[in-house]
C-alpha cells in the first residue's frame, strides 16, 4: 500500500515591503500563515493557487490593475 502525499500550493504575498499573512484563533492560541492549500484531483497548482487566494482572501486575481508575478518553486 502506498500513501500518496497531497500537493499543496502556497503565496508569498509582499506588497510595499509588507508580507500578508492569514491571522486564525486556533484551539492551541494564535496562529498565522501563508495563504495556502491543497491542490485538488485534477486541479492545475496555479487555479489552485487562484481558488485558495479568492477563499482566503477575497483576491481576484483577474482585476489587479498590474497582474502578480507567479514563481513556481
Same mark, same amino acid.
Given at each position: 500500500?502506498?500513501?500518496? %502525499?497531497?500537493?499543496? $500550493?502556497?503565496? +508569498? /504575498? &509582499? #506588497?510595499?515591503?509588507?508580507?500578508? @499573512? %492569514?491571522?486564525?484563533?486556533? =484551539? !492551541?492560541?494564535?496562529? #498565522?500563515? /501563508?495563504? !495556502?492549500? &491543497? $491542490?485538488?484531483?485534477? =486541479?492545475? *497548482? &496555479?487555479?489552485? /493557487?487562484?481558488? =485558495? @487566494? #479568492? =477563499?482566503? @482572501?477575497?483576491?481576484?486575481?483577474? +482585476? @489587479?490593475? +498590474? *497582474?502578480? +508575478?507567479?514563481?513556481?518553486?
Amino acid at each position: 500500500m502506498t500513501t500518496q %502525499i497531497p500537493e499543496r $500550493v502556497c503565496a +508569498v /504575498l &509582499v #506588497h510595499d515591503g509588507r508580507l500578508c @499573512l %492569514i491571522r486564525r484563533q486556533r =484551539e !492551541a492560541g494564535l496562529q #498565522h500563515s /501563508l495563504p !495556502a492549500g &491543497v $491542490v485538488e484531483d485534477g =486541479e492545475d *497548482p &496555479v487555479d489552485a /493557487l487562484r481558488r =485558495e @487566494l #479568492h =477563499e482566503e @482572501l477575497g483576491l481576484d486575481l483577474a +482585476v @489587479l490593475p +498590474v *497582474p502578480p +508575478v507567479l514563481r513556481f518553486v
